[in-house]
């Protein structure tokens, strides 16, 4: 039995950007999918935080344990809240890191802490992604992981240069930036982040499905920048990095800012 009655019946409700759902997972007693008009944003389930079900979401879990091994404190940046997944993921597997999450819809804040209660240790904070990050102090984070879209698309002031230049400054010199990217054939907007991204940090991966990275299918692409762990892609998996990297970048060019 969920938080509010019928376990199986779906929670609807208007939020900023537009419907918010809750869809229960018949196979999961305490799993709960949240869509934002129709696009699933996050994966919960209130009995296994360590449970991760979309395959960008298992990508970022073994990033996360490639990374952060030996640490055992970290203060970490989730950019966009959604149903704060990895943060509940990190604060299950790792209790000593500190958690900001940044949300920027008090609508989806509100169904989420209501149906999903999340552990209060995990700080949440209303606001804007490129506003908050501009905000922090110089080398105050080890860890930032961007995870912003309105529906399907990453906002401009996330995929711009100023955002890859703040998030350098606001990470340790060994700290690690984390981006969930989406994008179609023939990758033209995962192209621009690496070029964008480049701008500020010398070491870029690329990790994701294969098939997406080959640009045959839509889908989600991981580009990580800083201090990057030695990846290991699985059989339906590829890294890009390095001179492959470059290649795959092609001409891109940066994203500048727009004038604000």
């Known amino acids: 039995m969920g938080p509010h009655g019928n376990r199986r019946a779906p929670l609807r409700t208007l939020v900023t950007s537009g419907l918010a759902e809750l869809r229960p997972d018949p196979e999961r007693p305490q799993g709960w999918t949240l869509l934002v008009n129709g696009v699933p944003q996050s994966y919960v389930d209130l009995a296994d935080p360590g449970h991760l079900e979309f395959p960008y979401e298992k990508q970022l879990g073994a990033v996360l344990r490639l990374w952060a091994p030996h640490r055992v404190r970290e203060k970490v940046l989730h950019l966009g809240g959604g149903g704060l997944t990895l ?3 990190l604060h299950h597997t790792r209790p000593g ?17 209501r149906v999903l209660p999340f552990p ?7 606001g804007d992604a490129r506003e908050e990050l501009e905000a922090a102090e110089p080398a105050s984070f080890g860890l930032i992981i961007s995870d912003v879209f309105v529906g399907a698309a990453m906002p401009a002031s996330v995929a711009a240069e100023g955002f890859a230049v703040a998030a350098r400054r606001a990470l340790h010199p060994d700290g690690l930036l984390a981006m969930n990217l989406t994008d179609v054939p023939p990758l033209a907007h995962t192209r621009i982040q690496v070029a964008t991204t480049r701008s500020a940090f010398d070491e870029l991966t690329l990790y994701g499905n294969a098939e997406v990275l080959r640009g045959l299918r839509v889908g989600n692409v991981i580009l990580l920048a800083g201090n990057v762990p030695m990846i290991e892609a699985r059989k339906t998996e590829r890294v890009i990095r390095g001179d492959d990297l470059s290649i795959f970048m092609g001409g891109a060019r940066p994203l500048l800012d727009e004038p604000r």
């Open 87 to 89: 943060a509940r993921l």
């Open 120 to 126: 209060g240790e995990i700080e949440v904070r209303l």
């Open 97 to 113: 890191f500190s958690q900001v999450v940044v949300e920027r819809d008090p609508e989806i804040l509100a169904l989420v802490s």
